[in-house]
């Protein structure tokens, strides 16, 4: 009887003791989801710190790149350095023109003294848009011109699509007549368009280097909006280019080629 009794509280001990281990382990979880749950807050609170640190660098990263686009042909913001050296450049263009040998600028890259890359390509654009009397003359200075405004472009490491952005502002702001009207070749064509037309058909640049130009919102060019409009022939034509070729992949280029010829000239019509 009494080892009887014995073994029944042995049994409630053991039970008790089970509940006290179990007990035990659950306080121990707890105690451990607490700290992952600490844990996890003080990294999502760094998560949050980083994230703002991050966005504060690209906001400043961003604003930097926007100031620099804003001046990258502004004269005055360039170093004194790079303003001697842009003289210099300035002269070279002029000696050369109207038919440069392009192993003089070929030169001025070995010798390292071109400076700041994106104003000497605005250099020869200018010298291009406000010596072309006519479409003919801006065909034959293109022909010329090409080979070395991709030098620049190339060796210089600036995108293509900054020709467009310096002949933009170059007749917005330089070539505007008395009644401040943006210069035209005829009726049916403007300078502009005529030199944007010019890079395209030379392949200078590609349908999706143009549209860039076009569908940059980000573009604070004074007088863009009155360039845009002079171009707006021309971009319904690209679009209607770039569309036709995603439906048609396999269109046959003899049927293409009478949209191309049909714009060359002084009549291009779109």
């Known amino acids: ?35 992952k749950g600490l844990e996890e807050s003080e990294q999502l609170k760094m998560d949050v710190v980083n994230a ?20 990258r042909f502004d004269y005055s913001a360039l170093s004194e350095e790079d303003k001697v050296l842009a003289d210099e450049f300035s002269k070279l263009v002029d000696n050369e023109f109207p038919k440069p040998n392009i192993k ?17 390509l605005m250099v020869i ?26 030098l620049v472009c190339k ?7 900054e020709l467009l952005y310096a002949a933009a502002r170059i007749v917005a ?16 064509t403007s300078v502009i368009e005529s030199f944007f ?23 604070e060019t004074p007088g863009r909006a009155d360039v845009y409009f002079q171009l707006t022939a021309f971009y319904n034509f690209l679009t ?11 269109e046959d280029e003899e049927e293409v080629q009478p949209l191309n010829s049909g714009i060359e000239g002084a009549s291009r019509q779109y």
């Open 173 to 188: 702001n330089e070539m505007r007549n008395d009644k401040k009207q943006l210069p035209d070749y005829s009726k049916e």
């Open 155 to 161: 060796r210089g490491n600036v995108a293509m699509e």
């Open 1 to 35: 009887m009494k080892n009887k009794r014995q073994a029944e509280k042995d049994a409630i001990s053991a039970e008790e003791k089970k509940k006290q281990e179990m007990a035990a382990e659950l306080e121990k979880q707890k105690q451990a989801r607490k700290l």
């Open 125 to 150: 654009v200018r010298k291009l848009l406000h010596n072309a009397p006519d479409e003919a003359n801006m065909q034959t200075f293109m022909d010329y011109w090409t080979p070395t405004l991709t």
């Open 104 to 120: 003089s600028f070929e030169k001025k890259f070995e010798e390292e003294k071109v400076g700041n890359t994106t104003y000497a």
């Open 240 to 250: 209607f280019v770039e569309e036709s070729s995603e439906e048609e992949d396999d």
């Open 52 to 71: 703002k640190i991050n966005k504060q660098q690209q906001d400043k990263e961003r604003k930097e790149r926007e100031k620099l686009r804003k001046v």
């Open 197 to 219: 037309w010019e890079l395209y058909e030379r392949q200078v640049l590609t349908e999706e280097q143009v549209l860039k130009w076009f569908n940059d919102e980000g573009d």
